[in-house]
């Protein structure tokens, strides 16, 4: 199995910005896909970003521009850097992470985001 922790949610301003990271641990094979997802309340989980493990990278729409994902193979640790943040960017926010050998996807317990004044 495949632990995930998240870390550095909070409350920001708009127009701020805010680092999210994932670490994942336990008995891992090799990581495919690591991505963040987020849920604000009454809608249904999107995506925000993934990126591979060769680094390519896909955003949603409302994020491009704004948001970053990165990855750190070594550390097994996948990041989000979020700046000019806006109120509709507030939600839980999950990490992702996907084992191809496994085929199996694994989530984080989710961080609170929260932009507003």
């Known amino acids: 199995q495949v632990q995930l922790m998240e870390s550095g949610g909070g409350l920001v301003q708009p127009g701020g910005s805010l680092r999210l990271s994932c670490a994942a641990s336990g008995s891992i094979f090799r990581i495919n896909n690591m991505g963040w997802y987020r849920q604000a309340p009454g809608k249904q989980r999107e995506l925000v970003a993934r990126?591979?493990?060769?680094?390519?990278?896909n955003y949603a729409d409302s994020v491009k521009g704004r948001f970053t994902i990165s990855r750190d193979n070594t550390k097994n640790t996948v990041y989000l850097q979020m700046t000019s943040l806006k109120p509709e960017d507030t939600a839980v926010y999950y990490c992702?992470?996907?084992?191809?050998?496994?085929?199996?996807?694994?989530w984080g317990q989710g961080t609170q985001v929260t932009v507003s004044s």
């Open positions: 992702n992470v996907y084992e191809a050998i496994r085929a199996s996807h694994y």
């Open positions: 990126i591979t493990s060769s680094g390519s990278t």
